[in-house]
DNA sequence: GACGCTAAATGGTCTGACCATTTATAGCCG
DNA sequence: CGGCTATAAATGGTCAGACCATTTAGCGTC
């Protein structure tokens, strides 16, 4: 029923006190922890097994290493990259489909565009007009740019996300982006009329934000996120079926051999 | 503009190489990797290097390291959970209140409603009625099983997020519920009547998913959420204003005297 | 055949040294 | 006197080899 309590590993133990000492606030962001041989001495433990202890810190993003004289770990704010970045590897360890992103992905769109709506600052407008000429001129310089508007319409969603003023929001759209971006790059549609009519989507998308208009803001949000997922599968089906996510858990206790050796050179 | 190309940090090849083969799938979830001393040689490093980046692989979720005999590092399958604790970083660094995350739940159990409504199974709904007889069971034994009750409660919520077949909803709900219960649970009610109704709301809620009913599901998700959030939110304005997030970093880099110094014993 | 003990494999930790990077500072030159 | 440069010091990064702790597989005994 219960574990035991203690941890037998040490490094577990500085990860928690520190991690403790910086979440009660003791330590604010920005403070830098004394050095390495300092906190070796404080906790009675070796450098390699400090350093596994900085490296989980790092890892969960508390901690930030800097190099040099009066460097050290620095303490950090969390931000959204790190649960972007844990639903990024549970994306990409395939049990995640396209059409499990696309589907979450209508679902929630719709929603931040209509808080957005209702919250949305001056600067918040200011910016996203800026966002929309720049996709605008990627648009209309041609084949060459397509990469680039691809790239400004990530960003105006996100910068809607912004605006909705809720971190929340901010890092699951932001990860659900970077997903659909850098695994299912090569469905999105390329084509001249598909890229044009998105362009009309976000034109009509900013503007129902900037007049305060949520419920225009969620209805054209959801068609167009709608839109943008059909073409998505579409591409995808006629290329080849999709990869389904696989289910259970292979048992199997086999000595895997690791193919690449690039660190080959020992030093002399 | 760039960065430069090759990490200067041997460890973070390491953990770059190993996370590719993980990734692309080249060595499966339950495969045990080469013990440390075989894989140090592989890649030419140390063994405390090789050790700093199996730490963050493990961090990561990616690899899990067993002690003893047959032991070694045993490739996992990244689930919600790191998800979870990320989101628990983000919420306990005081950058998200209770109402980001009362409206990021509010945007996102009524899609799941619906959609688990579209796709049950016959073993979904199966399981809802068991959960919902526990709670059931839970309510009616009186203020003592009421933290129970609360369990059964968000375990009935999961379970409606597996019935929609969508691994994002599942890691995302069970991120929201896991942090709700953790860093807010002064703020839930624990009054019978509010109890009651929350019950019934789930009643009706499995109900609509059993029966298929996509949009009463949603309305009835929708409500309910809505409720326990007014009634936690009004509990927590009671309890003293609500922690709001702070902005800006400091910029400050004193060193900080780290307080507690629990491992002080050195080894005879 | 069931049980317990032993030994081997594996991760966990320590020590101390040296290398690499960054920055502060002192000194030089204009 | 001011700005630039070279040097030194502080700090993280890495290495080497050793020993301890834990777990399991395999063997032997009952």
Known sequence: MFQTAR?????????AQIEEAILSGRIPAGETLPSERELKAMFGVSRPTLREALRVLEEKGLIEIRLGTGGGPVVRRPDARRVAESLGLLIRSQRV??????????GIEGRVAAQAALRRSASDVARLRELLAQARSCLEAGPGRREEFLEADKRIHLAIADATGNPIYQSVLAS?????HRYYERFLSMA???L????EDLEALVAAVAAGDAEAARRIAAGHVTRFNARMQARAASAGRTRRPRTGRPKARTRAALPARRLEEPRP
């Open 7 to 15: 941890s037998t590993k040490v490094f577990q133990d500085v990860v």
């Open 97 to 106: 489909a396209l059409e499990h992103l696309a589907e979450f992905r209508e």
């Open 176 to 180: 659900v982006h970077e997903n659909i």
């Open 192 to 194: 001249a009329p598909e």
């Open 196 to 199: 044009r009519e998105n362009y």
